[in-house]
């Protein structure tokens, strides 16, 4: 649903061109040129018949403690399943659309060339986001920043609300 309501939202836009389509990003985790990919896992096998992703990728999404990111779901304590199935969709959208184009922007970043950056999201989307991850914790106010990853992995010990 997610990759057809941002394929109808690209249409509409004043910036589309049909080169921005079918395309992966210059990431971690992204195929080169977007083609079928069979068995990807679960969530992200929307995106099957065309994919950014390969199946491992796809499985890894799906992992609480997965390599893709070094990432914990459960960094603060347990995240429930209905709060989760949101962020590993996010994660599938992510690594399997090959429809972002768009939304693509060069980064200078060791991991990834590229990233996007102010994707729309659904008002109904947002909405069963909140119902679901509302009374969810975490212990940090941004994901992106202010880790400690000197053991390989992140360290949550750093709270900043």
């Known amino acids: 649903m997610w990759d057809m309501m941002i394929l109808l939202l690209a249409l509409s836009s004043s910036s589309f061109s049909e080169d921005k389509l079918n395309m992966c990003m210059d990431?971690?985790?992204?195929?080169?040129v977007p083609g079928p990919e069979g068995q990807l896992y679960l969530q992200c096998a929307p995106w099957?018949?065309?994919a950014c992703c390969t199946a491992n990728t796809s499985t890894e999404a799906h992992e609480d403690n997965s390599y893709l990111y070094n990432f914990n779901w459960n960094h603060?304590?347990?995240?429930?399943?209905?709060?989760?199935?949101?962020?590993?969709q996010d994660t599938c959208f992510y690594e399997c659309s090959p429809h972002l184009g768009p939304w693509i922007q060069e980064v200078d970043q060791s991991w990834r060339k590229?990233?996007?950056?102010?994707?729309?999201?659904?008002?109904?989307?947002?909405?069963?986001?909140?119902?679901?991850?509302k009374n969810e914790f975490t212990c940090k106010s941004n994901w992106h920043t202010g880790w400690d990853w000197s053991s390989g992995m992140?360290?949550?010990t750093q709270i900043s609300m």
Do not use: Q, T
């Open 76 to 88: 603060c304590g347990a995240m429930s399943d209905e709060c989760k199935k949101h962020f590993i």
């Open 48 to 50: 099957r018949d065309n």
């Open 27 to 32: 990431a971690k985790h992204h195929k080169k």
């Open 154 to 156: 992140y360290s949550s």
């Open 114 to 133: 590229e990233r996007i950056f102010n994707v729309p999201l659904c008002k109904e989307d947002c909405h069963e986001w909140w119902e679901d991850c």
